[in-house]
């Protein structure tokens, strides 16, 4: 099968496509033609640093897929060849989504929601998954609280934001300007330049921070919370906040890291399918050109989402 793997770990230019064995659906898995890869920045970090995962002999980057059953495996009750599926299988273990097939366990997967292309649906599941677990099961959010949500525009931030808005949340967003018009029309109420305005002198009272910066945003993050609120950290434990100063501020500050959860796949369909939640897609590309997806990712400006185009 035709699968696209780094010659190194290192610069965007390392990863080539490649000829390797298709893999073999074990006890309970099932085989996916993939139809689509989404590209996302732990993809780019690895591929950087060879530092996240682990990898088989062929290394091969890619953790959502989307696409269809090929073969199933012995146990196997959930789907039949043909179904459409989408998931983030094995993460953080290597799931091979650039590539034309991926076997992993079918709980790890959901059925693809009807209204969505496999474009779309390869584009949701590791920052759809990454949104829901940090702001409601790890945040606790609920109806009537408000959030801020740094990165709004971006992967994370922007499915983030409509998640939030679902849940009955007043929503705060940090952004360039020229993402703003885009925020509003996901549900923003208030947005923030932060070229512009330093967000922790703009906001307070705020009950949960989503954080998808890192770096000092954590530490300055602190001021806008009330006591007993939640910050939620994504991309690195380094961008923690000081811990003496979170308890002397009564809030709780924490990092979190996306698992597979076929239950909040289910939700997130759900919310597809109930016109709450939509996936912006930034730039389409061929598997072939995974090299140029990863370089223009670094560039830290897309609206949306990346994704290859496989099948």
């Known amino acids: 099968m035709r699968a696209v793997t780094p010659r190194a770990w290192g610069a965007p230019e390392n990863l080539v496509p490649v000829e390797v064995e298709r893999p073999e659906p074990g006890l309970t898995e099932i085989l996916v033609r993939v139809h689509a890869a989404g590209v996302n920045p732990v993809d780019w970090k690895t591929r950087a640093e060879g530092a996240f995962g682990t990898w088989g002999d062929t290394p091969i980057l890619g953790y959502d897929v989307s696409g269809v059953v090929e ?15 989408f998931g983030m299988p094995r993460f953080p273990e290597q799931t091979g989504g650039y590539a034309e097939f991926v076997a992993a366990p079918a709980r790890r997967f959901a059925p693809k929601p009807a209204g969505l292309s496999h474009v779309e649906a390869a584009a949701l599941p590791l920052a759809a998954l990454t949104a829901w677990q940090g702001l409601i099961e790890t945040a606790g959010l609920r109806a009537g609280q408000r959030v801020l949500i740094h990165a709004a525009a971006g992967g994370v931030g922007h499915l983030a934001v409509q998640i939030a808005k679902a849940h009955g949340a007043y929503v705060i967003g940090t952004a360039r ?9 996901l549900g923003a109420d208030e947005l923030i330049d932060y070229t512009a305005t330093d967000f922790s002198e703009a906001v307070r009272d705020v009950d949960v921070v989503l954080d998808g910066v890192g770096g000092a945003y954590g530490d300055r993050s602190l001021p806008v919370l009330r006591r007993g609120g939640h910050l939620v950290t994504l991309p690195d434990p380094g961008g923690l906040p000081d811990p003496q100063r979170a308890a002397e501020l ?6 979190t890291i996306v698992e597979p959860d076929r239950l909040g796949l289910l939700e997130i369909a759900r919310l597809v399918d109930e016109g709450k939640l939509r996936v912006e897609v930034d730039t389409v590309l061929p598997l072939e050109e995974a090299a140029k997806a990863h370089a223009y990712g670094e560039r830290g400006r897309t609206q949306g989402k990346i994704v290859l185009k496989v099948a």
Do not use: I, M, N
């Open 177 to 185: 300007a020229d993402k703003h018009d885009f925020l509003r029309s």
């Open 71 to 85: 073969e199933v495996g012995p146990g196997v009750t959930l789907y039949q060849p043909g179904d459409a599926v």
């Open 250 to 255: 009564g809030v709780h500050a924490g990092w």
